[in-house]
Structures are given as structure tokens and as C-alpha cells.
């Protein structure tokens, strides 16, 4: 509507005409009228009884929590603890699933199938779909049922506003909108539906900033990735006690490395191609209200968590059959898996990447959830590791200290780790997320932009940490 | 929820009370169609869910619903559309949300407003229910987060409210769902017609704009003669209001008709 051009019609132009000799400050007298009535009204209405406790205790806890000085701090410690919970959390039921799916249910269903079905759809059914299947529901299923409630806990209590408020200022000086803190942290569970909720913003010019930006939050399909890599090449670094806070440590570090390239981006484009000034709004600061738990805990595990699961094992399934079939497709004497991977892995180990893994982002285009059982697999089709186990193309988990053994025979080191979590960060939002982008932004130029600049970013990441890596560590 | 229910602005008039029905998405036939306004944060997507049945995502910070979400309730036999609007502060300027909930009542013609107010900060809430007011006639005041507002020690004199305001205003606390039962006996006095609403009109005097509103107003009545809000169309004209001077231009401002006899179609 705003968009329209000026009509052309005379009642409008006689309206428009008047406009010139009207009082000066017409509109703040009008929207005076209306406030002086509103005041009016409340006055005799409304009665306040003594002081409210409450309200007291509420100040007293804002005047701590959008301190410039404290504020922040109790922000990390709040989203740290949060993290902390998941990574230890998700650990035991990551486990039993993977146990349950790609041990016990896969272990009977494929002689079923190999002995019914024609060996090439038995191992495209099994093989491919369904062990792709349970891995992610394993690996996917315990963390978010842990992070997604705890952090609707948050939203509840009226946490986020206080975390939009505090984080305002620092948009607003990175050209950005303040309450593009709220669509960062929607990033945080989607980046989808972190692009969507930018529609909050009302300048066109701040809102591409919010969408273009949003895919440095990491979103749940990237979570469970961070956490395993971080768990198996950075905790086992330290002894067993301390590792849940090495893994909890690296994986913050990460995160605030996304939230430093979200402003930073911001601000190299407000400054280049979406230059202009910042405009303000203001941020009203809910009360604290008590979550609602039981409520909490059934929408956020219906709605977002079994959604996200579903989104997922929609995706796992196609991605399984796909996954199977460049790792048993032979085009002349080596799989395609095998041509791929080798032509990628210069380009991979020059990032402190493989070609496995290049292979596996290629893959996993539709969905991050796939990213790490489709690395896995095709590790121990390269390697061979799976060949006394199951057949070329067949994934399996193992735990924690089984995935760092097909990975370390893989040829991964720390160096790999460190870099699939930085590249995690960094690289092209999932079809999904583009898609949505492409949709509320109707261009193509910006959907492009929105895919490479952060894959342009990871790509130099990756190669200046391995570079000084190889340079000092060695 | 067994606490004893504030006074309402209805105690003595209450004959039988209906049984509400959650028709969650069913929406294939609908009798009224009801809006729910108000300030954002105010607990309308809470209302919302309570009336429907539906699970709408409800957030505790401002600006969390974007487009508007639709869901139905049956309540005595007739069943009523509710639309969820995104929260806002005025029906004034025009930002994306704004813009929805604005177009919605005024062109989406709903049977029933009712106003989301928030009881704790009633005066800033005031600034909408006085604006809506002068678009609309059929309108009822929930006056929300009435256990939040107990608890910080403000009391509301909901019968003074509704006689200054001219429409029923009903305390309530939608999470709980005290008061829910008579805002429903009010939803469908009002827009059954059986309880009457003489909506208190605002009235915009801006010294030295006088002249020019009733001009503006002769103008539009003139074309439109049956257009039911020609002062509140004028001084959005006069302020300089963009998608206002579009609806007037292109005509479509003419389909507001007093009665709601003819439904137009609402652009999502």
C-alpha cells in the first residue's frame, strides 16, 4: 500500500491542496487530542493500591539485566547455560536412539530386506533411507527437545525483549534495526523463520540487512553438528569432567563468532550496497510473567520440535537413497562418490576440509540435518572401514568415541574440526531458507547474494585458519 | 482460576450462560466474523487460542504475530470466524502490521471488534480503543491481564470504563481464563444486537483544521453518501495518508457501508 503511487484524483488533490494551509503541527495536535482523552479517561478509572512489590522486584531486576556492564554478561551466561544443558543432556538419549535405530532395528531389518527385495533396493530402502532416516532422528531429536523448550522458557518470561533491548544499540550502530535482534534470534531455531519474522521491520533497506544476515545464526540443523564435533574433536582434548565444558565453550565461541559476523556484515553492507541511515523505533519492555511450563513444553515439543523432526526425516529420506546411490553407482572404474570426492579434496584440505565433506554440504543443500550423517558415510565408503561391518554406502553410529574412529581413519584431525564448525557457520543457507528469502524478497539478485556471501566468508575462514594452523601448530 | 470473578460491567443482566464450542480451524461456515484488536503484548493470540482451540504460537514480546491468524468458536448455536490482528499502537501511520489490522477493520467489515486492552497500563492502551472506536460501532472491551493488574495493586472501574466508552468493557485474564465466560455473553449481546453500543466518538478539533475537515467531509459525502466513518476517512486524507488516499481514490473506500450486508473480500 505505501508502495502505491501518489493517486491522481481530484478529491485527494483537494485534500492534498488543504494540506499547505493547515497548523503547522497538525498531526502531533491530533495525535495530542487523542492521548489527552486516553489520559483523561484513566484517570477516572484506574486506582493504584500502595506500592506493588512486584513491579518493584520487576525494576529491580531490569535496572540488572539491560545494564550496559551486567547486561551483557548475564546474556551469555543465560544462552552459555543454555547450550551447557542441551550438549549434556542431549548425550544419553543421542545414544539409546542410535542404539535402538541404526543398531537393533537396522540389524534386523536388513536381512529382512536383502533376503525379500533385489539386493540394489534392499540397499537403496535400508542402506540408504532408512539408516539416513535414524541417524537424524538420533542425532537431531534429543537436542532439540531440550533447546527448543528451554528456549520458549526464555521467550516466555519476557527474556527476549530485555536481550532485544540491550542488543538495539549495538545494531543501531552497525546500521541495522534494533529489532533485528528479535529476527536473529528466531535464526536461532530457523533461519526461515528467522527471515519471515523481518517482516517486523519496516524499512525495506533494514529488513534486507535482517535477511541477509540471518543465516549467521545457527539454526537447529546446525546445532547438533557444532555439539558432536565439538563434544568428539574438542572435548576429548581435556580429561572426561572437563569436556562437557570445552564442547560448551567452543560451540559458544562459535555462536558469537556468527553473532559478530551478523553485525559485521551489517555493517559492510549498510555502509555499500543498502546504504542509509538507521531509523528508530521504540521497544516497549513486557512484564515478567511466569512461563506457562506444561504448555511450554507441549507446543514448543508438538509444534517446533516434532516439525522440525518431520522437515527433517523428509529431507534424511530422499538424501539417504541419493547418498547410496553415488556411493554404489560405478561410472567407469570408480563410484561417482570417488570421482567427486577426490576431484573436491585439493579445493577441501586446502580449507582444513576434505572433499568427504564438500560432498556432504553439496548433499545437504535441502537440509544442515543431513550434513553429518552424509559425512559419515561416505568416510567409510573411502576409507573402507565398513567393509567387515555392511556394505559401501551403509551409515552407522557408533558414539561418540566410534564417530572420532571412522573420522581419525578419514584422515580428520583437530585442524578438520575446528574448521566443519567454523564452515558450519559459514556457507550457504538450506533450499528451504533461500527459497523463503527469494519469496519475501522477490529478487533473485538478493537470494544470490544471500547464498554467497557467506560461503565467500567461510571459504576465507577456513582457509586463514588452516593456513596459520599448518604455519604454527603444524 | 477458582478465584472469585472481578465485578463485571454486566453482573446483574446475565441471563444463561451458552456453551463455547472450539471449532479450531473449521471455518467452512461462520455466522459473525469477530476481530480481535489491541495494543501488541496484550495477550489477543492468548484470547485467541482460549476461544478457538488453536495453538497459535504466543510469545511475551511485542510484534510476534505478522499476518493475521483466523480460527472459529461456536458459542449458543451461532458460530462466529475470529481474526487475531497483529498488535498495534494506532491505526494511524501505516507500517506493514498497522497496515493489516487497519485494512482488516476497516474493509473486512468484521460483525465485532473486540478490543484487547491491557489492564496494567490501561491509559496507552486507551489511545487504540479510542481510535477503533471511531471506525466502528460494534466493539467490547476485554480488559486483560486482569490477575497481573490485582497483582500490582491497580483496580479498573470497568463499569465507569464502559459507560464513558459506550460499549461493554469485560475484565478478564485470558491465560487463566476468568472473565472469558462473560465476554462471550457481551460478543454475542453486541453483535446480536440485543445489547446496545453508543460508541464514544472522539472528537478531533484541531484549531485552524476545522475548515478544512468539513470540506474534505462534504466532499467525500458526496460522493460516497453512505460512507459511515467520513470524518475519521477525512483527517487520514488531511494528515497525508497514502494507502487512505489510494482506497479513496480507486473507490474502494465506497464499499464501507454501514451495514455489513455485503462482505468484501480482504487483501491478506
Known sequence: ?474 | MSEACPPSACDGCRAVRGELERLGLKLATFDHVVALAGNPNTGKSTLFNRLTGLRQHTGNWPGKTIARAEGGFGYNGSRYKLVDLPGTYSLRSASPDETVAREFLLFGQPDLTVVVADATSLERNLNLALQILQVTDRVVLALNLMDEARAHGIRVDARGLANQLGVPVVPCSARSGEGVDDLLVEIEGVTKGTVPTRPYRLKLAVPGAAAALEQVVARLRARYPKLPNAEWIALRLLEGDRAVAARVADGSIGQLQPDAAERVAVPA
Open chain 1, 1 to 474: 500500500m505505501s508502495d502505491s503511487p501518489a493517486p491522481t484524483d481530484d478529491l485527494v488533490d483537494f485534500a492534498e491542496g488543504l494540506r499547505w494551509n493547515l497548523p503547522r503541527n497538525f498531526h502531533d495536535q491530533l495525535t495530542e487530542a487523542i492521548y489527552t482523552e486516553s489520559t483523561c479517561i484513566a484517570e477516572r478509572t484506574v486506582a493504584r493500591e500502595g506500592e506493588s512489590r512486584r513491579l518493584d522486584w520487576q525494576h529491580r531486576i531490569d535496572r540488572l539485566v539491560t545494564n550496559p556492564l551486567t547486561g551483557f554478561p548475564i546474556m551469555g551466561l543465560v544462552f552459555a547455560a543454555v547450550l551447557w544443558i542441551t550438549i549434556i543432556g542431549a548425550n544419553y538419549p543421542s545414544g539409546w536412539l542410535a542404539w535402538l535405530l541404526t543398531e537393533e532395528a537396522y540389524g534386523w531389518l536388513r536381512p529382512l530386506a536383502f533376503g525379500a527385495l533385489p539386493n540394489w533396493l534392499a540397499g537403496l530402502l535400508v542402506d540408504g533411507m532408512f539408516l539416513a532416516t535414524g541417524w537424524v532422528i538420533s542425532v537431531m531429536l534429543p537436542p532439540m527437545a531440550i533447546f527448543f523448550p528451554a528456549f520458549t522458557i526464555l521467550e516466555d518470561l519476557g527474556f527476549l525483549p530485555r536481550v532485544a533491548f540491550n542488543l538495539d544499540r549495538v545494531f543501531h550502530r552497525a546500521g541495522a534495526h534494533g529489532k533485528q535482534a528479535l529476527t536473529t534470534a528466531m535464526g536461532y531455531g530457523c533461519n526461515a523463520a528467522g527471515v519471515i519474522a523481518a517482516r517486523v521491520i519496516d524499512s525495506p533497506r533494514e529488513r534486507l540487512i535482517a535477511i541477509l544476515t540471518n543465516n549467521f545464526s545457527l539454526c537447529n540443523g546446525r546445532w547438533p553438528t557444532q555439539i558432536l564435533v565439538a563434544s568428539v574433536f574438542l572435548g576429548s582434548l581435556v580429561p572426561a569432567h572437563l569436556a562437557g565444558f570445552v564442547a560448551t565453550g567452543a560451540v559458544f565461541a562459535v555462536a558469537l563468532l556468527g553473532f559478530g559476523l551478523t553485525l559485521l556484515t551489517a555493517w559492510a553492507l549498510s555502509r555499500t550496497v543498502l546504504r542509509g541511515e538507521a531509523s528508530t523505533f521504540s521497544l516497549e519492555l513486557p512484564p515478567y510473567r511466569p512461563p506457562n511450563l506444561w504448555r511450554t513444553l507441549y507446543t514448543s515439543l508438538i509444534d517446533r520440535t516434532l516439525f522440525v523432526l518431520w522437515r527433517a526425516v523428509v529431507f534424511a529420506l530422499p538424501a539417504g537413497a541419493v547418498i547410496w546411490l553415488v556411493a554404489n553407482v560405478m561410472v567407469g572404474d570408480q563410484t561417482i562418490a570417488h570421482w567427486v570426492v577426490n576431484g573436491l579434496d585439493p579445493l577441501g584440505l586446502f580449507l582444513g576440509l576434505n572433499g568427504v565433506i564438500l560432498l556432504a554440504y553439496i548433499i545437504a543443500i535441502p537440509a544442515n540435518e543431513i550434513v553429518i550423517p552424509s559425512i559419515l558415510m561416505l568416510t567409510v565408503l573411502m576409507t573402507g572401514q565398513g567393509e567387515n561391518w555392511a556394505e559401501a554406502g551403509v551409515m552407522f553410529e557408533t558414539g561418540d568415541e566410534g564417530v572420532k574412529q571412522i573420522l581419525a581413519a578419514g584422515g580428520w584431525t583437530v585442524l578438520t574440526g575446528i574448521c566443519l564448525m567454523l564452515f558450519s557457520l559459514c556457507h550457504n543457507p538450506c533450499s528451504t531458507t533461500l527459497y523463503t528469502i527469494y519469496k519475501e524478497t522477490g529478487s533473485a539478485k538478493w537470494t544470490a547474494l544471500s547464498a554467497l556471501m557467506p560461503t565467500v566468508i567461510g571459504f576465507v575462514l577456513c582457509a586463514a585458519v588452516a593456513t596459520i594452523w599448518r604455519l604454527t601448530v603444524g
